[in-house]
């Protein structure tokens, strides 16, 4: 908790110092903790007290979160948010939906960003999800465990493994492509490596 120095505490609410030491003479306010050297120091709940400042309470929010890899799925977007609405209604749960489009391997889409945001900002209570390759399709474990650090569970409303053969497709096509990208730079630097140092041994002979 943070504390004020009587000066601070005074300007803060507008009123004199000696009107402290006064208030703190008839028992009107006492400060919250007098060091040693007899100085005064006031808390933010007195300072909240005194200028009738309550917190605001911000209420946690459920979220639907529904992706789909591609533009061209709108149609299957829209149905599962159907799905996912009339679940969380016939639930009773006060809620808002994140639409995400994306491949389930891409971690940078705008709506899981910014889910993964409001969940570490304390904002959500719970994550509901159709099926769980919707949330990601690999690394499932690794945002469930996040969410249990900030004590946000992910309810999922069909177990069922379901998966669109052309959308798995696509994700394992997008794995291959990164990781041959990887390795032809691999291969790429070890070429550049090569030559360097072929040339410095040329530029050693000649000498």
């Known amino acids: 908790m943070k504390y004020y120095s009587i000066g601070e505490f005074a300007k803060l609410i507008g009123k004199s110092q000696q009107t402290l030491r006064n208030w703190d003479k008839n028992d009107v306010l006492k400060p919250a903790y ?84 409001m969940v570490c900002n304390g904002e959500v209570e719970k994550i509901v999800v159709l099926y769980k390759d919707r949330l990601v399709r690999f690394g499932f474990e690794l945002i469930e465990q ?11 409303i069909d177990h069922t493994e379901k998966t669109e053969e052309q959308e798995l497709v696509e994700d394992l096509v997008q794995i291959i492509t990164v990781f041959r990208g990887k390795l032809q730079g ?4 070890r070429a550049k490596k090569m030559i360097k140092e072929w040339l410095e041994d040329d530029s050693v002979d000649q000498s």
């Not at 061209?72 to 749960?93: F, H, N, P, S």
């Open 34 to 117: 007098v060091a040693p050297s007899g100085f005064r120091y006031y808390s933010e709940q007195q300072l909240h007290q005194v200028l009738g400042i309550k917190k605001a309470i911000v209420p946690k929010k459920v979220i639907g979160y529904c992706r789909v890899s591609s533009k061209k799925q709108k149609d299957d977007l829209e149905r599962q948010v159907e799905a996912v609405r009339t679940y969380m209604i016939a639930k009773g749960y006060s809620f808002e939906i994140i639409e995400d489009i994306g491949s389930g391997i891409n971690y940078t889409k705008k709506g899981l960003t910014r889910l993964i945001d």
């Open 146 to 156: 996040i969410c249990k650090r900030y004590e946000v569970d992910i309810e999922i």
């Open 186 to 189: 691999k291969r790429t630097n």
